[in-house]
Antibody, heavy 121, light 107 residues
Framework: EVHLVESGGGLVQPGGSLRISCSASGFSFSSFGMHWVRQAPGKGLEHVSVIGSNGDSTYYADSVKGRFIISRDNLKNTLYLQMSSLRTEDTAVYYC??????????????WGQGTLVTVSS | EIVLTQSPATLSLSPGERATLSCRASQNVVSYLAWYQQKPGQAPRLLIYDVFNRATGIPARFSGGGSGTDFTLTISSLEPEDFAIYYCHQRSNWFPTFGQGTRLEIK
């Protein structure tokens, strides 16, 4: 069974930085693309970033480009999102999501429970 | 960016009734359209991928249809556990997007 566990969320001041992580188990992590999807309180879903299975290809939403970096460690079965220059509008639950394909161009077949990032002074 | 517009925003029905949810894309997404269900306090769950394929463990009362720019999710006979928010999602390029969601509530 696929298991995705996010960690590292918390309260951070505007302009600050934070790194969140996702520990994966129950599948061959190095064989699948992975995503971060966020959901602001009471709002809908927003795709943040995707990384291919080997980490060579990454894409970002315009809203986070230049501020967030997605990465992965296939030996540790862990996905990361390094967030910097954080803004109040980045406040959201961040979900770690497994893609159906190695490219990261598939549907989102498994989701973690999310970690809450709150950007506030 | 491909915009997905879901309708209605809220759908009020009773258990046993048939639900039809719509998702319209601003551009042709071919067959790269999926549906997710989200219950309060939970992560979204994949229901349907590539228009009409049910994900593992999804009951047969859930079905999807459409092509190009117009898609539907149908729940043939609502069960109490089906009342939730439903999102459509397109993956036709490197910038996937979601619809704003349809809230299915008990009438």
């Amino acid at each position: 069974e696929v298991h995705l566990v996010e960690s590292g969320g918390g309260l951070v001041q505007p302009g600050g930085s934070l790194r969140i992580s996702c520990s994966a188990s129950g599948f061959s992590f190095s064989s699948f693309g992975m995503h971060w999807v966020r959901q602001a309180p009471g709002k809908g879903l927003e795709h943040v970033s995707v990384i291919g299975s080997n980490g060579d290809s990454t894409y970002y939403a315009d809203s986070v480009k230049g501020r967030f970096i997605i990465s992965r460690d296939n030996l540790k079965n862990t996905l990361y999102l390094q967030m910097s220059s954080l803004r109040t509008e980045d406040t959201a639950v961040y979900y770690c999501v497994k893609d159906a394909f190695w490219t990261g161009r598939g549907w989102f077949d498994s989701w973690g429970q999310g970690t809450l990032v709150t950007v506030s002074s | 960016e491909i915009v997905l517009t879901q309708s209605p925003a809220t759908l009020s029905l009773s258990p046993g009734e048939r639900a039809t949810l719509s998702c319209r894309a601003s551009q042709n997404v071919v067959s790269y359209l999926a549906w997710y269900q989200q219950k309060p306090g939970q992560a979204p769950r994949l229901l349907i991928y590539d228009v009409f394929n049910r994900a593992t463990g999804i009951p047969a009362r859930f079905s999807g249809g459409g092509s190009g720019t117009d898609f539907t999710l149908t729940i043939s006979s609502l069960e109490p556990e089906d009342f939730a928010i439903y999102y459509c999602h397109q993956r036709s390029n490197w910038f996937p997007t979601f619809g704003q969601g349809t809230r299915l509530e008990i009438k």
